[in-house]
């Protein structure tokens, strides 16, 4: 059976798609989830490259893509992620440079266990020139019309779900009688008199 991810939720905190079988690409729309703060997509099939969007999920704290089929480098972009403790790309076909500086100077050589391509720190094997410019850094967003028409509708909605909660609350505060905040400005509290606004 098929399924293809349509539309994604935005208040997701973890996510453990593990042991699926789950085949296909990690699709590019999971750097929306900015709330994210775990994602576990190991032991599946999951082939293609990590997505350069997984950078904005600059809550995230644990990644685990071990045991896939994904190849290609691991993206810079994802040294953005100061947050990330836990990370595990083990067991997959990745190539290039390990990223460096902020939280990947803290992982070790478990994290990036059984890919032959991979070099550079932590691992014992060096990279060449050859390997630097053999293996060039995907594009940070894949297509950028779609991604900035996503951007957009995120905002368009925050600010929808604003205004409704604000005429909300001020509808029902304002119609139970007086506001317990206001209290303070009273004139005088033992007559009706008018409040200071």
């Known amino acids: ?13 973890a996510i453990d ?10 699709p590019g729309v999971i ?28 809550a995230l704290e644990s990644l685990d893509l071990s045991s896939n089929k994904l190849g290609g480098r691991i993206p810079s972009q994802m040294t953005n992620l100061t947050f990330l ?21 803290t992982f070790d050589n478990d994290s990036y266990r059984g890919n032959m391509g991979l070099c550079g720190l932590p691992l014992s094997k060096q990279c060449s020139n050859d390997e630097r410019s053999k293996f060039p850094a995907p ?10 028409a996503f951007i957009w509708k995120l905002a ?7 205004v409704v909660l ?10 139970t009688g007086r506001p317990w905040w206001l209290w303070p400005f ?9 409040l200071l606004l």
């Open 17 to 26: 798609f593990s042991n699926n079988r789950f085949s296909g690409k990690i």
């Open 166 to 175: 604000g005429l909300s609350t001020g509808y029902v505060v304002f119609t």
């Open 186 to 194: 009273e004139l005088n509290p033992t007559e009706d008199a008018p």
């Open 156 to 162: 368009l909605m925050g600010y929808g779900c604003g």
């Open 85 to 105: 403790e836990v990370l595990n790309v083990s067991e997959n076909n990745l190539a290039g440079p390990i990223p460096r500086g902020k939280q990947f100077d």
């Open 1 to 13: 059976m098929k399924l293809e991810l349509a539309k994604t939720l935005l208040i997701f905190f």
């Open 139 to 148: 594009k940070f967003m894949e297509d950028e019309g779609s991604a900035i």
């Open 31 to 58: 750097g929306g989830l900015c709330l994210l703060r775990l994602l576990n997509l190991s032991h599946n099939i999951l082939t293609g490259h990590i997505p350069s969007s997984l950078g904005n999920l600059v």
